[in-house]
């Protein structure tokens, strides 16, 4: 049996001991009740292997579960594989359009929005691909008798010949068909996640959920920014 714990605060002018507040006496219990006892325990079976316990429900005990116990991932729906293969391609796309960006504006406030967006999905795409290798699934998608070029479309991405029509233009005509483009690839990313989110048991791994939902705001505050640049645009040609 564990020994009586006893604490008390310092005298003051030989006055009786002060009163624990009643969230540190809590604490104080919890610590002696459920911590201590635990910690004697593994001192007396001299041993440091690991222990998992499983926490009872309300008015139940824990359980001890074996060393070898390890956490399972959740069960995945089809519809969260496709929108994580789907948003590498689509993410994919992004990062094509802003790396014309050095060589075709001389717009500042463009460079630095186009650098942003590079570094961001690169790291997403990266974090994308190392969750689908978790789970025993390719990066891509796999469908029946198309090849990647032939791949449809995800939502809100530019056509060939919108592409081709960026990469032609330079100066302020590239500008504004990157902001329009961009804008309406951004529209297309939050179309996905309305998607995921809408299909009956999806996105409920927590990790994908995080993701779904950073990438919602993120581009939502994107294309914020990138509305208000065509906006000054608008405005410094009628001058």
């Known amino acids: 049996m564990c020994s009586r714990l006893t604490i008390s605060s310092d005298r003051k002018d030989g006055a009786a ?3 624990l507040r009643p969230g540190r006496a809590l604490l104080l219990i919890a610590f002696s009740t459920f911590i201590l006892p635990c910690f004697a325990t ?5 041993t440091d292997s690991s222990v998992v316990v499983q926490p009872g429900a309300p008015g139940q005990p824990s359980r001890k579960l074996p060393a070898s116990t390890h956490g399972k991932l959740p069960l995945l729906s089809h519809a969260d594989i496709e929108f ?3 948003m590498i391609m689509h993410h994919a796309q992004a990062v094509e359009m802003t790396a014309l960006i050095p060589s075709h504006s001389e717009n500042p406030q463009l460079r630095t929005l186009g650098a942003r967006i590079s570094h961001s999905q690169s790291d997403e795409i990266k974090f994308m691909k190392r969750w689908l290798a978790a789970r025993g ?7 029946a008798g198309m090849h990647h070029h032939s791949m449809p479309l995800m939502p809100g991405m530019l056509t060939p010949e919108q592409m081709d029509a960026l ?4 100066g302020t005509e590239f500008d ?18 309305k998607d995921l989110f809408d299909t009956a048991g999806s996105g409920q791994d927590a990790e994908l959920f995080n993701f779904a939902t950073d ?3 993120g581009q939502r505050a994107e294309i914020r920014i990138m509305q208000d640049m065509l906006e000054k645009a ?3 040609e009628k001058r």
């Open 215 to 217: 990438v919602d705001s």
């Open 137 to 143: 699934q390719p990066a891509s998608m796999q469908m």
């Open 234 to 236: 608008a405005l410094e």
């Open 42 to 46: 593994a001192l007396q079976n001299g």
């Open 17 to 19: 001991h002060q009163r």
């Open 84 to 86: 994580m293969q789907g």
């Open 176 to 193: 504004h068909l990157f902001l329009t483009g961009m804008i309406q690839h951004h529209g297309g990313a939050l179309t996905m996640v």
């Open 167 to 170: 990469r032609k233009a330079h």
